[in-house]
């Protein structure tokens, strides 16, 4: 019998803590390079846990903390990717003291410079365009998703960087949840959560006292933003509990898929109709909380509609066809409309109005269409009608809305993701000193033709007068931008039709433009300078997983930690991080004791770590990597709205009235009560392309965007441990975007799985590959945005090749009352097409000419 | 024996598990016992096939693995380039496997793979290496967000701590697999039924699906949406009978449910007064 063989008792390497965007994990390391991550796991000993206890079923968070798709991909697929940034670089045409080229962003290559090149470049053009123009010339952005980090994070250095320089912010709407952000506000207030009243230990209230749980165009298991597959395990427990569980859906999604009862299919856009037939039933059969609508509501009948607004403005009006439009909203109306049988309707009617049932309503891709501001109306107004702060009935979103047991008085963590940073622990804030802002969806009108003026249209708003405030561009007193500094080079993927951007970016007005980030694709592309930033496995911080900072206090269902994260390898190539790059640009700049106050990385997460009550020394808590907080005996848990619930008079919302206004004063005031594109009660609007419109019969197809189940929005595009499990792979062996269509339309268009077709519309066309399915209502194709633009020609948009579908997307404002957030609604043909001929038709766009990772041109 | 125990109705095709596996043993050479895995290659893979129809369709997501095997065919071929470790474990030993292609044709499960560039057979280790180092699971276990993978010993699973019985993925490859599962799909039938005269949806219609050739009968009510599942059927064919007090009784015949069939709109009239 021969040896078998063994493997040693070590394998030398050393375990490091780290938290990433897919969660908490440990990395092992040997001589400078990542051997393996791991979910992070806690040993039984150091944790006291809490439970979930309910019809003698206990539910414990796991020890082991599961990750996130992309979670081990994010390691050393990522971090030693061919697509890395590694070096400093400058595009080869782009000469600062003499012809920049503009023209040929998006087309010409990049050559390595050095640090200190590129430093001297930044520094004499801000110091040029700063002497003539002023800081408002210079412009700073920012993707939406960088790395996971407290200290490294876009709040933290970036803005305390150019708000104390001084530029204009090109900022983006809440495009999460957009209809949400400029609708709700106006219903409930709630400005601070972008129109989402915080669900406050929902995962209690749902385990107690929810019988019924519906998912309205939502998806929690892959939703992908932080936090999804985590909750797996207690949708199952939910569900042994006895849970009955819907979906209404255009997609059969993954959460539907693993623990619905039932998958009802609706037509995209089509929300508000089965909403209001919804209404219709529940007022027939008296199955809603008059009571609470008198009390804590305005505008439900016409009873109680404030003082001044027309009769037959109420919403019972509307419903009851007493409204002008004389429709009576009954199931047998919204069937033919959002495809769901009258019986059925009613059937939702009738359990949702006589059981305790959570409504998984808020963000989702409903509330990005067209109208989508009357979608998150409406719904709410359907909400209150079951009484919202109601035991049992918890409004939420997809994501970070369900948290464990956590006390935020008694268990003070580090501030998670998206929170202030360094901002936070150092002696002196500089509010920005520019006031003039630019709405991401209006950048192409302001750069090609200034001046312009929109409302609305902010990141962060204060109040709902917000969305109604004028902008201007330039501003009084401002100059238009000339200098453009962007963190993470995937902001112009996000919203619609990205070549309104990408033709921006040629711009001979935009004289220098700069993108840092950690791998090189699409805006890099188009950028004059790129400098390389480090991933997190190779720079400090202190977070807490799952914890979204100022949004939301929690999004983790898991035992709650604090994690520092370790620097567990040195940069790759030349990479800083993006504090670093601030750090000497300030220090060239003569800012360097502001920006700074001569702390180092180090120091700064020492005085941040000093914020929490973590028994831990910073070294002992540093060393270790992690801590558990143990469960509090007496923890008593919150509800959603409860105060108000309780006592409307003295817990009143940020709404004029104080009440949930489902008669919008404000909207009435700004608008007037006759506005048909935003009534001052919420009503089903028939969108512009959607099924309905007279686009259809040239692009029949409504184009469904549900997040990309194995990328992070466009992040891990290029990993292909991921694009394996989903990407078609063409004849030509190139990894195709799927395109999802049922049977039923695969049949009508003659294409069959693994065919390669074009999507198109007027804005352009990309290619996909065919996956028939069930999972998909007939007249919908689901082929979702993220993928690394592959433009086949010089102009991008016209034919993209990775068939990110946001080359396409509808990119027109909601309606008069928002600038953007419709890009749901998207119509597209489709036709097979002959790969061989598109090759000898776009011989360079093939070889990779245009494809925004590809540097060297 | 102490093996990994796979629940394909707790598997959401995260695929946590292949990335666990990758990122072990892509690019790590873990010699004695394997060298770095080879692209393209899934020591452990969630196959995925859809079946049925319209809004009751279903995915079912199965990992697969090396089974290893008790009377593992590729251990038949390979003479002395694979060995059986102390805890049953059939694994390739990469230092005496060089051009033995015949390995990979010889495995009824597809499991084992060719590294072109190191010319030799790949495949699961069950991560012998870290159990060496002493640790308590494979990788693709302790990644697994739902518990579709565990790690268990199965000599100790018995009636009363298994939620469901034991199965093993093709037995009828006759190799005697190892690798325990629960839950392996099975056929079902599933549907709507409502009463087109009132158009309502019928909730506790009795419904009954009986085996054409063994007799052997399921059984469910509808629910508030008048939907029924009728699951983890045998093959064949089935005769489907709906019954409500007040409705007139109604059977289908015929139904083969190995499709999974969805028999959408069952309609049910009102017994006449």
Known sequence: ?857 | MKTILVDPDRCMQCCNCQNACKDEHCDNDWSPIALPQGRHQFWIQVREQEVGQGTRMKLNRVPVLCQQCADAPCMKVAGEAMYRREEGYVLIDPAKAKGLKKLVDACPYGVIYYNDELDMPQKCTMCAHLLDMGWDRPRCVAACPADALSYVDVDELTWDNMYAPLERLNPEFGTNPQVAYVNLPKPFIAGAVYDPKGDRCLEGVKVKATHMVTGKSWKTRSDNYGEFRLRRLDPGYYTVAFDLCGYSYKEISKVDARRCPDLEDIQLYPKAE
């Open chain 1, 1 to 857: 019998m021969p040896q078998i063989p063994h493997y040693p008792a070590s394998d030398g390497t050393r375990r490091y803590a780290t938290c990433s965007t897919a969660g908490p994990m440990f990395a092992y390391a040997k001589d400078d390079r990542i051997v393996r991550i791991e979910p992070m796991r806690f040993e039984p000993e150091e944790v006291k846990s809490w439970s979930l206890n309910r019809h003698g079923k206990e539910y414990k968070p796991p020890l082991i903390h599961p990750l996130l798709q992309w979670g081990l991909a994010s390691g050393k697929p990522t971090v030693y990717s061919e697509n890395r940034v590694k070096y400093p670089m400058k595009r080869v045409d782009w000469d600062p003291s003499g012809e920049r080229n503009p023209q040929n962003r998006g087309i010409s290559g990049y050559e390595r410079i050095s640090w200190d090149e590129a430093y001297g470049i930044i520094v004499a053009e801000m110091q040029r365009i700063g002497e003539s123009f002023g800081p408002s010339a210079f412009c700073y952005s920012m993707s939406a998703h960088p790395e996971w980090g407290s200290l490294h994070f876009v709040f933290s250095d970036l803005f305390r960087f150019w708000h104390m320089v001084g530029a204009t912010n090109r900022e983006f709407t809440p495009n999460s949840w957009e209809g949400w952000a400029c609708g709700a506000p106006f219903l409930w207030g709630y400005w601070q959560g972008h129109g989402l009243p915080p669900a406050t230990d929902s995962l209690q209230d749902i385990t107690y006292h929810s019988e019924t749980i519906i998912l309205w165009g939502t998806d929690p298991l892959m939703h992908n933003t932080y936090n999804g597959i985590d909750e797996a395990r207690i949708w199952k427990y939910w569900k042994d509990l006895g849970k009955h569980i819907i979906v209404i859906d255009p997609l059969y999604n993954e959460t539907g898929m693993w623990a619905a009862d039932s998958w009802i299919r609706i037509i995209p856009g089509t929300d508000n109709a089965c909403g209001a037939a919804i209404a219709h039933t529940w007022i027939s059969e008296g199955l809603y909380d008059q009571d609470y609508l008198d009390t804590h509501c305005i505008g439900f009948d016409e009873e109680h509609l404030p003082v001044g607004a027309p009769a037959g403005s109420s919403f019972r009006a509307y419903i009851m066809g007493e409204a002008d439009d004389g429709i009576v909203k009954t199931p047998e109306w919204a069937e033919p409309i959002c495809g769901i049988p009258a019986r059925v309707i009613r059937a939702i009617a009738r359990e949702w109005g006589s059981r305790p049932t959570s409504m998984w309503v808020l963000t989702g891709g409903a509330c990005r269409r067209t109208f989508a501001h009357e979608f998150a109306r409406l719904f709410g107004t359907l909400c209150a009608m079951q009484g919202c702060g109601k035991p049992g009935y918890p409004m939420l979103s997809p994501g970070l809305f369900l948290a464990g047991p956590y006390d935020g008085v008694r268990q003070l963590g580090p501030t998670g993701y998206a929170d202030g940073g360094m901002n936070v622990v150092l002696e002196n804030y500089y509010p920005n000193t520019v006031k003039q802002t630019i709405t991401f969806q209006k950048f192409r009108d302001c750069i090609e033709n200034p001046p312009q003026k929109w409302h609305g249209g902010h990141q962060d708003n204060f109040n709902a007068e917000m969305y109604l405030e004028t902008c201007e561009y330039p501003m009084k007193g401002h100059s238009e931008v000339r200098l453009l500094w962007q963190r993470g080079g995937t902001l112009t993927n996000q919203p619609g039709k990205m070549l309104r951007d990408h033709v921006a970016y040629k711009s001979e007005k935009i004289e220098t433009f700069i993108v840092t980030d950690v791998v090189f694709n699409r805006d890099c592309r188009y950028a004059d300078i790129v400098l390389p930033v480090t991933t997190l496995f190779e720079r400090q911080d202190l977070t807490e997983p799952g914890s979204v900072g100022q949004y939301v206090p929690s999004a983790y269902v898991g035992l709650r930690s604090a994690v520092f994260s370790h620097k567990i390898i040195e940069p790759i190539g030349e990479s800083r991080s993006d504090l670093a790059i601030f750090e000497e640009l300030a220090e060239r700049l003569g800012l360097a004791e502001q920006f700074m106050e001569g702390n180092t990385e180090d120091s700064l997460l020492e005085k941040m770590y000093a914020r929490t009550n973590i028994p831990l020394s910073y070294q002992d808590f540093k060393e270790k990597g992690y801590y558990v907080w143990p469960a509090l005996d007496d923890y008593q848990p919150g509800r959603q709205m409860k105060e108000f619930y309780e006592d409307p008079e003295n817990n009143p919302l940020d709404t004029p009235t104080g009440k949930i206004e489902i008669y919008s004063t404000l909207i009435a005031e700004f608008y007037g009560t006759d506005n048909p594109e935003i009534p001052v009660t919420p009503r089903y609007i028939q969108e512009r392309e959607g099924r309905y419109d007279p686009l259809a019969q040239k692009y029949p197809l409504q184009d469904l965007q549900a997040h990309p189940k194995f990328r992070f929005h466009g992040k891990f595009d290029d990993c292909e441990w991921l694009s394996e499990n989903y990407k078609v792979y063409g004849p030509d062996g190139y990894p195709y975007e799927p395109a999802y269509l049922n049977p039923e339309d695969a049949k009508k268009y003659a294409v069959e799985n693994g065919d390669i077709i074009r999507a198109y519309n007027d804005r352009g066309g990309v290619l996909a590959g065919v996956q028939v399915t069930h999972r998909v209502t007939p007249g919908v194709i689901w082929l979702t945005y993220g993928a690394w633009n592959d433009p086949l020609e010089a102009t991008p948009s016209m034919l993209d090749r990775s068939g990110d579908i946001n080359a396409i997307t509808n990119p027109d404002p909601m309606s008069v009352h928002h600038v953007g957030g419709a890009y749901n609604s998207t119509l597209v043909a489709i036709e097979k097409v002959d790969l061989d001929e598109l090759a000898a038709r776009y011989p360079e766009g093939f070889a990779g000419k245009y494809s925004t990772w590809n540097w060297k041109g």
